[in-house]
């Protein structure tokens, strides 16, 4: 049993091919990776964020309506409220009340943010525990 390890010369000869293995394989891992990072790049990038949730909302009589114009003007379910201290002190008269109500705020899309902050404001000031934003939902188009 015979093997060749060399030239008889003894200089080996120059190999002038590259191997192109390695270079294969790492093209079609590169590859694969591309094919599964693209879409959640592709989907980051566009956004289309939901315009509110829609939760069905339980209207107790006892629940107070809080309103925001878009002039700033705060009604206290349909009664205008003159300004901050008087929605203060409502809102201090129910809030030891046991059942505590929930205040739920409707602001106008053209309202300021300054505007319903005050309110809720108001609610922590007054020690109400549980304030919500009243939204409508979305229209749905074909």
């Avoid at 006892?62 to 379910?77: K, L």
């Avoid at 109500?101 to 106008?108: A, F, L, Q, T, Y």
Wanted: charged share 20%; aromatic share 4%.
């Amino acid at each position: 049993m015979s093997m060749n390890v060399g030239s008889s010369s003894g200089e080996d000869e120059v190999v002038s091919t590259i191997n192109t293995t390695p270079l294969v394989d790492v093209m079609l891992v590169l590859l694969i990776i591309f094919l599964i990072t693209i879409p959640a790049v592709i989907n980051t990038i566009k956004l289309d964020l939901p315009m509110e949730t829609n939760i069905a909302r339980v209207t107790k009589p006892e629940n107070i309506e809080i309103a925001v114009t878009r002039d700033g003007d705060i009604y206290w379910n349909a009664t205008l409220v003159s300004d901050s201290e008087e929605l203060v002190k409502r809102l201090g008269k129910i809030a030891v009340l046991n059942p505590q109500p929930e205040v739920h705020v409707r602001g106008d899309t053209k309202a300021r943010y300054e505007s319903v902050g005050r309110v809720v404001y108001a609610c922590q000031r007054a020690g109400i525990m549980k304030v919500s934003f009243v939204t409508q939902p979305p229209e749905r188009g074909g």
